[in-house]
């Protein structure tokens, strides 16, 4: 069974157009991450939730925000996508335990 | 600050022989790494963790703190090793976070 999952799985906007996109989780993690990758790149960590709180980035676009409502839940909002965006979108939870990372299947988001 | 150096971005070997990824680190505490790999058109997967110390479809990788090394080897590479191969460090003790290497593709040729 999926423990961690991202909808959409491909998702087409426009230029400029706000986006969101989400990840729940059903590990009851506390870590949550949210991983960008271009084509031929390596995943690049955009931000991440140890529980509520927040940790940006440095060189995270101001465009990109996150929100986590609550332990289940992560949102990834564009607020107005280019086209230097597209890219898949990664989410990841971790538990602070010895366990490693759970990804998600991705979010393939392909700005027009 | 974390880094983590992935010199090569391809690597291409006949099939049945040695291969080693390599992978160098940078961090002043004390640091986990792991390997993850990525099949064409899969998702991320955990590989290897140096806490770990398995081995895993037959690749092993050591932690060298006096190098800050952490390169992946197998013995016998096979077909189905093709694949992108990332580094990854993590600084459990400060920030939680996950930096990935620019990854190394891997081509096994038969």
């Known amino acids: 069974d999926a423990m961690v999952i991202q909808n959409p799985r491909y998702q087409v906007t426009q230029f400029g157009k706000p986006v969101t996109l989400s990840c729940s989780q059903t590990?009851?993690?506390?870590?949550m991450y949210w991983y960008q990758q271009k084509s031929s790149q390596a995943p690049k960590l955009l931000f991440h939730?140890?529980?509520?709180?927040?940790?940006n980035e440095a060189d995270t676009p101001d465009n990109f925000q996150s929100r986590r409502p609550n332990t289940s839940f992560c949102f990834l909002d564009i607020r107005s996508p280019g086209l230097g965006d597209t890219a898949m979108y990664l989410c990841?939870?971790?538990?602070?335990?010895?366990?490693?990372?759970?990804f998600g299947n991705g979010t393939r988001l392909t700005v027009t | 600050a974390q880094r983590v150096t992935q010199p090569e971005k391809l690597l291409s070997v006949f099939k049945g022989a040695p291969v080693e990824l390599k992978c160098n680190y940078s961090?002043?505490?004390?640091?986990?790494l792991f390997w993850y790999v990525q099949y064409s058109r899969q998702r991320l997967q955990l590989l290897l963790r140096?806490?770990s110390r398995e081995s895993i479809k037959g690749f092993t990788a050591d932690l060298n703190k006096g190098e800050t090394s952490f390169h992946l080897k197998k013995p016998f590479a096979q077909e189905e090793d093709s694949a992108m191969y990332y580094c990854?460090?993590?600084?459990?003790?400060?920030?939680?976070?996950?930096?990935f290497g620019s990854g190394t593709r891997l081509l096994v040729r038969p």
């Open positions: 590990l009851n993690h506390n870590v």
């Open positions: 990841a939870t971790w538990g602070l335990t010895n366990s490693p990372l759970h």
């Open positions: 990854a460090l993590s600084g459990w003790d400060s920030s939680y976070k996950l930096i």
């Open positions: 140096h806490i």
């Open positions: 939730y140890y529980d509520k709180d927040f940790n």
């Open positions: 961090y002043s505490g004390s640091p986990e």
